[in-house]
């Protein structure tokens, strides 16, 4: 049993064909690893030297070794990453479970109006206008207006990427020529390289505006936000789902225009439905951004914590779950700290799951278009 563990592990880090005298290069790689890493706990003066000999001593086996080098940076990029994911969720939530414990159920109620808690669900007939949902210093620490303003945001998020990403991704997939598509798609790309922060401020500048002169309102909005995040969501969206379209067999497509189809109706009735699975997963990956969106967010709404009022004005404005952690962690007590850790579960399980949603969606379309369903 030993010997196969022993055997098992020595495949695993220097695979099945290792040349002779490559396991001391490996493994003088690995303690000089393991030297950086708790020099850099115990000492973090060190840590730059430590580490410049990892390099040093790695670059040598490479020369000599380098397949079996390779294979070890592989594993401890893996082993890292999938240490650092796991280290963060464990500390997310075991700084946020004081605040469930303290608080309970009453992090996500409308705050009790003669001793009687009300439940989110039911706003629009009993929700308490003159309530007062966050404030710290009373020890009022509901986080329903920002879920509301989350949920407002994400929406009107979604409304935009969704349909000009589709849009966007059939005319860069089925329309556009060769030329066309080697300069539109990376151009689309480009626009998920651009701070948030830069589109946060030319949403406040421009369309800011331009709301409060043509809609006569005082100008940060949800719809604003909501504007802008949607623009931010679109390049994964295009991304995705123009993937997703041409991974769709030709023959399909070659089928339809035989059988006397149009364009359109080919696009409409053959490579939409077989790509539509991958199009979902490109607007759920969207949304997700546009769940987790902060610095925009913040920089064009204050950090209001009542509702709306109505609820669905999408002209009125109110902080959201990211922009409450990015305006209030600065100033905020301990317990306040831990309510916003709170706020960082929630968004991390949603986000969580909407992307383990679109890789199951992305997973069956592929085993669609092969044949396997």
Do not use: C
């Amino acid at each position: 049993m030993f010997d196969e563990a022993r055997v098992t592990v020595r495949e695993t880090i220097l695979g099945g064909d290792a040349a002779d005298g490559s396991l001391l290069a490996v493994a003088a790689s690995a303690v000089t690893l393991v030297a950086a890493l708790v020099v850099f706990y115990v000492r973090p003066v060190l840590a730059l030297p430590a580490l410049g000999a990892f390099i040093f001593v790695t670059a040598i086996g490479w020369v000599t070794y380098q397949a079996e080098i390779a294979r070890l940076l592989t594993l401890v990029a893996t082993v890292l990453t999938v240490l650092t994911v796991t280290l963060i969720t464990i500390f997310l939530f075991a700084s946020a479970y004081p605040a469930f414990v303290e608080h309970g159920l009453g992090l996500f109620l409308i705050p009790e109006q003669n001793g009687e808690p009300r439940w989110f669900f039911f706003l629009e007939t009993v929700l308490p206008s003159a309530s007062t949902y966050w404030n710290p210093v009373d020890g009022a620490y509901s986080l329903i207006p920002m879920i509301w303003g989350t949920v407002l945001v994400t929406v009107i998020a979604g409304s935009i990427a969704g349909p000009l990403g589709l849009f966007g991704a059939l005319f860069i997939a089925e329309v556009a020529s060769d030329g066309m598509r080697e300069v539109i798609k990376p151009g689309v790309e480009i626009l998920a390289g651009i701070p948030s922060i830069v589109y946060g401020f030319i949403g406040f500048q421009v369309l800011n505006s331009f709301i409060q002169v043509k809609f006569l309102d005082d100008g940060a909005s949800f719809l604003i936000a909501g504007l802008v995040v949607g623009v931010m969501a679109l390049p994964t969206v295009v991304s995705v789902g123009e993937d997703a379209l041409s991974s769709v067999p030709g023959a399909m497509s070659d089928g339809s225009v035989a059988m006397g189809a149009t364009e359109w109706q080919t696009m409409k009735s053959i490579s939409i439905p077989a790509a539509f699975s991958g199009i979902s997963a490109g607007v759920i990956l969207g949304l997700g951004r546009a769940i987790g969106e902060t610095m925009a967010v913040a920089a064009i709404m204050a950090s209001g914590t009542q509702f709306a009022d109505p609820l669905f004005d999408i002209f009125d404005a109110n902080a959201t779950l990211t922009s409450l952690i990015a305006t209030q962690y600065g100033s905020a007590s301990a317990s306040t700290i831990d309510v916003l850790f709170v706020a960082g579960v929630m968004l991390f399980v949603i986000v969580a799951g909407m992307s383990i949603v679109s890789q199951y969606i992305e997973q069956q379309m592929e085993a669609k278009l092969k044949g396997q369903q």
